[in-house]
Antibody, heavy 120, light 107 residues
Framework: EVQLVESGGGLVQPGGSLRLSCSAS????????MHWVRQAPGKGLQYLSA????????YHADSVKGRFTVSRDNSKDTLYLQMNSLRPEDAAVYFC?????????????WGQGTLVTVSS | AIQMTQSPSSLSASVGDRVTITCRAS??????LSWYQQKPGKAPKLLIH???SLQSGVPSRFSGSGSGTDFIFTISSLQPEDFATYYC?????????FGQGTKVEIK
């Protein structure tokens, strides 16, 4: 069974940084592209970032480009999202998602999410 | 960027009703579209991929159709556990865009 467990969320001041982690199990992590999607309170889903199975190709939405960086450690079956220069509008639940072998395609399995609050 | 327009934003229906949600892409995306169900406080769940392929374990009352720019998601007979918010997502290219969501409520 695919399991994705996010951690690292919490309260941070505007301008601060957080690193989210996603621990994966139940599948061959190094064979899957991985994604981050977020959801602000009471709002819809926003696609953020993607990383190829080997980690060499990445994508970031314009809203986070230059501030957020997706990475992975295939030796640890772990996905990361480094978030810098956080803004109040970045407050959301952040979901780690397993995709296909390629960067595009559907989002197959989702973690339970981790809450990020940005406030002074 | 390919924009996704999903409608309606909400609907009220009764158990046993047939429910239809549409998603329109601003440019053709072939059949690269997926549908997700999200219940309050829970992570989204993949229901349909490649526009019409039912994900393993998903009940057959859920279906999808369409290609190019116009897509339809259908629940043939609404069940109590189906009251949730549904989203489409274009799987064609970046930037990836979700539809705005459709909240299915009890009439």
């Amino acid at each position: 069974e695919v399991q994705l467990v996010e951690s690292g969320g919490g309260l941070v001041q505007p301008g601060g940084s957080l690193r989210l982690s996603c621990s994966a199990s139940g599948f061959t992590f190094s064979s899957s592209a991985m994604h981050w999607v977020r959801q602000a309170p009471g709002k819809g889903l926003q696609y953020l970032s993607a990383i190829s199975s080997d980690g060499y190709s990445t994508y970031h939405a314009d809203s986070v480009k230059g501030r957020f960086t997706v990475s992975r450690d295939n030796s640890k079956d772990t996905l990361y999202l480094q978030m810098n220069s956080l803004r109040p509008e970045d407050a959301a639940v952040y979901f780690c998602v397993k995709g296909m072998a390629i960067l595009t395609g559907p989002l197959y399995s989702w973690g339970q999410g981790t809450l990020v609050t940005v406030s002074s | 960027a390919i924009q996704m327009t999903q409608s309606p934003s909400s609907l009220s229906a009764s158990v046993g009703d047939r429910v239809t949600i549409t998603c329109r892409a601003s440019h053709g995306i072939g059949n690269d579209l997926s549908w997700y169900q999200q219940k309050p406080g829970k992570a989204p769940k993949l229901l349909i991929h490649a526009a019409s392929s039912l994900q393993s374990g998903v009940p057959s009352r859920f279906s999808g159709s369409g290609s190019g720019t116009d897509f339809i998601f259908t629940i043939s007979s609404l069940q109590p556990e189906d009251f949730a918010t549904y989203y489409c997502l274009q799987d064609y290219n970046f930037p990836r865009m979700f539809g705005q969501g459709t909240k299915v409520e009890i009439k």
